[in-house]
């Protein structure tokens, strides 16, 4: 927290919106240009032409790989995909557990076990190749868990990862058993890559304060999906769907937003507190969803369009568009993702700019530890007798 030269607290806004706390080197968001970027390259850009693994190695090793490169971080990260007996042995009863709340809460179990299984030690007591080795081996195994443990919700076995395909293809086939068709997989693979990484969000900053404690890395990546968690940050993506299917039909839309625009609700799918423009991810997710088509996306675009206009009308000068969670629960939906999935989709592909994030901030070996203002009763008061 920014401190006087005194070292006294100095007030900064709510939420520390808009407070520089760290400097990084693994992207930014420029909410009023409607433009992020992973290093020094358009997230958005990369998420049309580049793979999952292609993003994955850029965040963690700088650059973008080449063809060489590119076989050789997925024949050293594939193989750690797959689950220690102990950890596999324990995701029925996690599951079990867990099956009122869903995978996500499953996944916080399940990775603390991994990690454990897998010997992380804390961050502050390891050098960065060690570190580095812990973050592969970690984002590799998430999409696994997240999937035995979904399909252990819903009475199936677990279908082990294979291989030979790459992070996108592997995690629709290990949640469906089957292989997907390529324009599915590309579409799944798009949105992955887009939500990568988003700034110091509420999960992001939570990983790099338990990474600046010293903590290993599965702690810090369990406070992240515990961050996630909350319907204001992932959990909108299904519910920007239930929106949807609360309007039903197009003749119900303008009556139904008006209503509960009047009426103080949130519009889930709509509004940023960065961008003062439309969400880039959400523009490319549009995309790939008009390229699939169907009734589901010509409904979704009608009331993006008439949310648009009446949030204008009534709520003039607030610059409220669609974001990312809006077409993503479109685009996940057509490509067969149960909706219950939708935000642990989203943790599959952060788990990667977590880790990122908590390898850069591991090199920072200052704690975070800001201030609170008090405002109780005034102390000291006498402490009344029995």
């Known amino acids: 927290m920014p401190t006087t030269e005194q070292n006294a607290p100095i007030d900064v806004p709510r939420g520390l919106k808009g407070v520089i ?23 958005v850009e990369l998420a049309q032409t580049r793979g999952f693994e292609d993003v994955w190695h850029l965040m ?4 973008l790989p080449d063809a060489a490169q590119r076989a050789e971080f997925t024949a050293r990260t594939a193989p750690l995909r797959h689950l220690p007996p102990d950890v596999a042995d324990a995701l029925p009863a996690i599951a079990r557990s867990t099956a009122l709340s869903g995978p996500l809460a499953g996944l916080r179990t399940a990775l603390s076990l991994a990690g454990a299984s897998a010997g992380f030690r804390p961050l502050y007591d390891i050098g960065p190749e ?24 819903q009475g199936l076995e677990p279908v082990a990862p294979r291989d030979d395909l790459p992070y996108a293809a592997n995690y629709l086939y290990m949640l ?22 988003h700034g110091f969000n509420a999960s992001t900053f939570t990983a ?53 625009i009047l009426a103080g609700d949130r519009i889930m799918g709509f509004g940023h507190p960065v961008y003062r423009t439309e969400d880039p991810r959400s523009r490319m997710l549009k995309g790939i969803a008009r390229g699939i088509g169907g009734d589901l996306v010509d409904f979704a ?24 969670e809006f077409f993503a629960g479109v685009v996940m939906e057509l490509s067969g993702l149960p909706r219950e999935m939708f935000t642990p989709t ?3 592909a952060r788990v990667v700019g977590w880790s990122a994030n908590i390898l850069e901030q591991a090199e920072d070996s200052k704690i975070i530890r800001p201030a609170a203002r008090y405002v109780g009763p005034p102390p000291p008061q006498p402490v009344p007798a029995l």
């Open 176 to 197: 469906t058993g089957e292989e997907a068709d390529p324009a599915r997989v590309r579409a799944i693979e798009s949105y992955l890559i887009s939500t990568v990484d």
């Open 21 to 43: 706390v760290t400097e990084t080197s693994l992207g930014d968001v420029r909410g009023l240009e409607g433009f992020y970027h992973y290093r020094e390259f358009s997230a």
């Open 130 to 153: 060690r570190r580095r080795e812990d973050a592969l081996a970690a984002c590799a195994v998430v999409p696994t868990l997240l999937t035995a443990l979904h399909r252990l919700g």
């Open 208 to 260: 790099r304060v338990i990474a600046s404690t010293g903590a290993d890395l599965a702690a810090c990546l369990v406070g992240a999906i515990g961050a996630l968690s909350g319907p204001l940050h992932g959990g909108a993506p299904s519910r920007a769907l239930d929106t949807l299917d609360a309007i039903g039909s197009p003749d119900r839309i303008d009556g139904w937003l008006r209503e509960h």
């Open 301 to 324: 675009v009608q009331v993006e369009s008439r949310a648009e206009a009446i949030l204008a009308e009534l709520k003039p000068g607030r610059e409220l568009h669609i974001n990312v």
């Open 346 to 348: 989203f943790a599959a």
């Open 60 to 63: 963690f090793h700088g650059t």
